[in-house]
């Protein structure tokens, strides 16, 4: 009890002041010129801000201007912007169309900075793609007042850059090379960073799943909004699986306990289907990073799988998938798994994924709409079938 009204405590500090930065910055509605300063928004990017985080290593190379393009909002703010630059910056083939992301909202930093999301991205980029042979975005600039929760991320416009289409669930089905790709990305990035003293060292800001988790609940009502969430699905989730509406969310912590126990790697944590993009070539990539942690591979290849198949697809390929997948997880420097062993490890992984959606449906007043409703319903959909088909309940217990 005292550990949770400190909690409880804690967390309305770090409210209040964050509030008060925001408050801070809309009075001062500064425009930056130098990396010192961290811009709140892309009104508030400057030439000269831009030079200087994205010219640095180009002599005599200057952005002109930019503009801002299409974007949207939700747990951060996301839009594109296209850059002219002088002889010099245009000669050297810098890039003319820039990512961005960006928290000038209140409601944003209310969600980001409790989970440590925009430490864990920048480091990300910053840190861990450079070595990582994956496809994802490239990391041109990560400012980031940890503080505040102020953020400014400049990152390769794939969709420009290489042509490619985002995961929409309600639009797209992914066929099997798509799957294939999937978990070989995932098994790359969990064998290269399987147990790596990195993890302890240079990357130990980046929170273990169960913590993240905690931490977050007392933030934001997670447990309490999942609830809601869950009555708002309940059509789209399989009798056998509400009937036990009451086990849910204990199953989901048990799940993530179960973390503190297991060797550990370095999880992305949400890698739902419109978090992945498609090259031409039917290659999947994976974005938006900054809900990483440490923990049990597991989590992220369940919630993959669950949540960017179709049912039916899901049912029938799992198993080979899985097989792929530690074949990869092996080949990039993790261990060699039995597939029994994982399949168990598997089966207990899947509720976190579920209560992301069962919270993102579940949005208050208070709480931004990170996704539109049909996009929820899809996914719960499949993500409640995984549950009922492999007796995920039951796998708790093995």
Not at 18 to 23: E, K, W
Not at 41 to 69: I, N
Not at 135 to 158: K, N, T
Not at 297 to 313: E, F, N, P, R
């Amino acid at each position: 009890m005292v550990e949770a009204l400190a909690k409880k405590a804690q967390a309305a500090g770090a409210i209040a002041r964050v509030a008060g930065h925001v408050l801070v910055e809309k009075a001062r509605n500064s425009r930056p010129t130098s990396l010192d300063e961290v811009p709140r928004s892309v009104d508030a990017l400057t030439p000269e801000w831009l030079t200087a985080a994205l010219c640095r290593d180009v002599p005599g190379a200057r952005v002109l201007g930019a503009t801002a393009v299409s974007g949207s909002d939700g747990s951060t703010s996301r839009r594109g912007l296209r850059i002219e630059y002088n002889a010099a910056g245009t000669a050297a083939g810098l890039p003319t169309s820039v990512y961005t992301k960006s928290t000038p909202r209140l409601l944003s930093r209310l969600i980001t900075v409790p989970a440590s999301a925009l430490v864990g991205e920048k480091l990300f980029y910053d840190a861990v793609r450079p070595g990582l042979d994956i496809e994802a975005p490239v990391g041109y600039h990560m400012a980031l007042h940890p503080a505040a929760g102020r953020s400014m991320f400049l990152m390769e416009d794939v969709a420009t850059s290489k042509g490619v289409t985002f995961g929409d669930p309600t639009k797209h089905v992914l066929d099997r090379k798509n799957a294939e790709s999937m978990v070989e990305l995932l098994g790359t990035l969990h064998g290269a960073m399987y147990e790596s003293p990195r993890l302890g060292g240079e990357l130990r800001t980046i929170k273990p799943v169960l913590r993240w988790q905690v931490d977050l609940n007392h933030m934001i009502n997670f447990p309490g909004r999942s609830l809601v969430g869950f009555d708002r699905a309940v059509d789209v989730i399989p009798s056998a699986c509400r009937r036990r509406r009451a086990e849910v969310w204990p199953a989901v912590m048990r799940s993530l306990e179960m973390h503190q126990r297991a060797p550990r790697t370095l999880l992305h944590q949400d890698v739902h289907a419109r978090n992945w993009y498609i090259r031409p070539d039917g290659v999947m990539g994976l974005y938006d990073w900054q809900c990483m942690a440490q923990g049990i591979w597991a989590l992220d290849v369940a919630y993959a799988l669950s949540a960017g198949l179709t049912v039916g697809d899901r049912r029938a390929w799992e198993r080979e998938l899985l097989e792929r997948y530690l074949e990869h997880l092996a080949e990039a420097g993790g261990p060699k798994l039995t597939f029994d062993e994982a399949w168990r490890t598997y089966r207990q992984q899947a509720f976190h994924g579920f209560a992301f959606w069962l919270y993102t449906i579940g949005y208050g007043k208070l709480q931004p709409q990170m996704q539109p409703d049909d996009v929820c319903l899809k996914i719960l959909e499949r993500q409640a079938n995984m549950i009922v088909d492999l007796d995920c309940f039951e796998a708790l217990d093995e």
